[in-house]
């Protein structure tokens, strides 16, 4: 298991506490924030520290402006929607670690809220400069992770700074780390997999460690046909990497030597095209057409896995079912988004797209944890450990 102290467990009273978030939001083209979910998710963290009659320095990157100032990627729109909801001044600083910003935060009184510009005008930032991490510990006595998408990285705001600082977890790190932890250490079983996306490269280390903990591991999307490929199927135009049907002629072998039960899709929504205006039909696995690419799972296959998630006590998903972006192919991924928010089971939705596909279905609500990172949950689920949160401090 892994355990991690958080901001429950620690007296922060009086205390200057630097925190790194993920404030990472879309932008329009005028720089207005297209959606606030992650500087939301951030205040119970912040709004927590404040009670305890703090200061309180926060920091994230934003976009990528690759160690370079870019007017389009600063953080001032961000600080403004942080003021706004914490209905409090927020001071933004033009740069990270400049003179002019020393004497700002050098000059914070206790309930104030500071926001560092953004870390990645910085090099240092990702090349883990420890004089840029220490320039930033400088400013607290006390250092906070809140940032879990970033935490695989290790960067001089998510791992460099814990050297010179206590590092703790804040409430959406330490909600991370306890789904997946339970994920990773210790399931309640029967544990189903569910496993789609786009293609098995980007998946093979997880898949791998899921074969070693499941006890089903459900494949939809755009890698089942490398799967059906290895099976011996025709999978016509649909996206298939050759150089991994072998790889995943292995996988199925190793299920069944595990007696994991490994469930590939019996039917398939077909389009001659990937567009809204594409002419589609439903065929069986055995009958995909030359010509035609599988988009979506089919109706005999949401039946089959949805039986097989109802039996579940603990569920992950992890990559659509479909070409979920147009209309037409979304309800394979709708369906089976469904399906886990009725469930009773623990449920777990991790990877950038499938979070996007749960909240577009608006069913955030209704599963257990919505992981914030994509990359992270994933080398979090592979087992590996990730630097943002081995620099903090253990329980
Ligand atoms: P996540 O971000 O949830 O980990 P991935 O990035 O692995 O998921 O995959 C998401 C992408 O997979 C989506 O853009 C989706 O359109 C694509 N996809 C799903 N099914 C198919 C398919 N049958 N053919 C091609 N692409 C697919
Ligand atoms: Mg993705």
Request: cysteine-free.
């Given at each position: ?65 690759k ?11 961000v ?23 020393k ?16 870390l ?78 786009a ?28 799967f ?25 072998k ?48 949401v039946?089959a ?11 992950l ?17 709708n ?11 623990t ?7 499938s ?21 992270a ?15 903090l401090?253990?329980?």
């Amino acid at each position: 298991m892994i355990n991690k102290k958080s901001i429950r467990d620690a007296e922060l009273s009086g205390q200057r506490v630097i925190m790194r978030v993920d404030f990472n939001v879309p932008l329009d083209k005028e720089v207005n924030i297209t959606d606030d979910t992650r500087i939301r998710a951030a205040l119970p963290s912040i709004e927590h520290i404040l009670k305890q009659n703090t200061k309180l320095i926060l920091m994230s990157h934003l976009g990528r402006p690759k160690g370079q100032v870019s007017e389009e990627l600063r953080l001032t729109p961000v600080g403004k929607r942080l003021s706004e909801l914490l209905s409090k001044e927020v001071i933004i600083t033009r740069d990270s670690i400049g003179e002019e910003t020393k004497k700002i935060i050098s000059g914070m009184q206790t309930g104030d809220v500071a926001l560092l510009e953004n870390l990645r005008f910085y090099k240092e930032e990702e090349n883990n400069d420890d004089g840029f991490a220490k320039a930033l510990a400088e400013y607290a006595d006390v250092y906070v992770n809140d940032a879990f998408g970033t935490a695989h990285r290790a960067h001089a705001s998510t791992e460099g700074i814990a050297h010179h600082l206590l590092g703790l977890a804040g409430f959406l790190m330490e909600k991370e780390i306890s789904f997946l932890g339970k994920l990773l250490y210790n399931p309640e079983k029967p544990y189903a997999a569910i496993i789609g996306g786009a293609k098995v490269s980007t998946k093979i280390g997880v898949l791998e460690k899921l074969l070693e903990k499941v006890d089903v591991l459900i494949i939809g999307g755009g890698m089942s046909y490398t799967f059906l490929k290895a099976k011996g199927f025709e999978v016509g135009h649909s996206l298939m990497e050759t150089e991994k049907v072998s790889l995943a002629f292995e996988l199925i072998k190793k299920a069944d030597e595990r007696e994991v039960k490994l469930l590939l899709p019996d039917d398939h929504l077909v389009a001659d095209k990937v567009e809204e205006t594409a002419r589609v039909k439903t065929v069986d696995t055995n009958a995909i057409p030359p010509d035609m690419i599988g988009v979506d799972i089919g109706p005999k296959t949401v039946r089959a896995y949805k039986k097989e998630i109802k039996q579940a006590k603990t569920v992950l998903w992890n990559g659509p079912m479909g070409i979920f972006e147009i209309e037409k192919f979304a309800r394979g991924t709708n369906q089976i988004a469904n399906v886990l928010a009725s469930s009773k089971a623990t449920t777990v939705v991790g990877g950038g797209d499938s979070v996007a596909a749960v909240n577009k279905f608006k069913l955030a609500e209704s599963i257990s944890h919505v992981s914030t990172g994509g990359g992270a949950s994933l080398e979090f689920l592979e087992g590996k450990d990730l630097p943002g949160i081995q620099a903090l401090a253990d329980k």
